[in-house]
T-cell receptor, first 111, second 114 residues
């Protein structure tokens, strides 16, 4: 099976812009989670989607949103970008209750 | 609150030696899984080893093994015969089965010296 894929791999934006990141899970996996990884804060959980519904949510402002499509692909959107949003954004997929498998991440740089 | 603690921000080991990475967790739940993930520099995070809390036997995967002490809520990772390719950030994680929530530790950076 193909692994978790994320696009784009690298992204440069300026403050105030918005960005959309995409994640395609492993075939058959219905759960997709998003994480923000920074050197100072480590791995921070953003949200999880399961069967097109948000199942869990972390402590991030409303500028961070997501959705999941019927084919389990997921998108994450960040509006009104801030310098502090620069990070590696990781997507992970899994079957209903089991191991998470991570994608390679999208490196977002906000200038 | 559920927490996962990795008290060693960074460790070093000589090639071919053995190293143990520590992890403690705090949960009142009885159904959970524990994981160790490895993230090499600028590379993808991959699963190293997985342990179901209801299993007493410690999980092993080739050179990687865990010491699962349920009463002490400790889940350490032992890497035997360390190789240069083992150099990475290692994250300990706990999945609470009934809440479908993962909790990650802050990570331990492992350096392997030739």
């Amino acid at each position: 099976k193909a692994g978790v894929t994320q696009t784009p791999r690298y992204l440069i934006k300026t403050r105030g812009q918005q960005v959309t990141l995409s994640c395609s899970p492993i075939s058959g996996h219905r759960s997709v989670s998003w994480y923000q990884q920074t050197p100072g804060q480590g791995l921070q959980f953003l949200f999880e989607y399961f069967s097109e519904t948000q199942r869990n949510k972390g402590n991030f402002p409303g500028r961070f949103s997501g959705r999941q499509f019927s084919n389990s692909r997921s998108e994450m959107n960040v509006s009104t970008l801030e310098l502090g949003d620069s990070a590696l954004y990781l997507c992970a997929s899994r079957q209903s209750t089991d191991t998470q498998y991570f994608g390679p991440g999208t490196r977002l740089t906000v200038l | 609150a559920q927490t996962v603690t990795q008290s060693q921000p960074e460790m070093s080991v000589q090639e071919a030696e053995t190293v143990t990475l520590s992890c403690t967790y705090d949960t009142s739940e009885s159904d959970y899984y524990l994981f160790w993930y490895k993230q090499p520099p600028s590379r993808q995070m991959i699963l190293v080893i997985r342990q179901e809390a209801y299993k007493q036997q410690n999980a092993t995967e080739n050179r990687f093994s865990v010491n699962f002490q349920k009463a002490a809520k400790s889940f350490s990772l032992k890497i035997s015969d360390s190789q240069l390719g083992d150099a990475a950030m290692y994250f300990c994680a706990c999945l609470l089965y009934n809440f479908n929530k993962f909790y990650f530790g802050s990570g331990t950076k492992l350096n392997v010296k030739p």
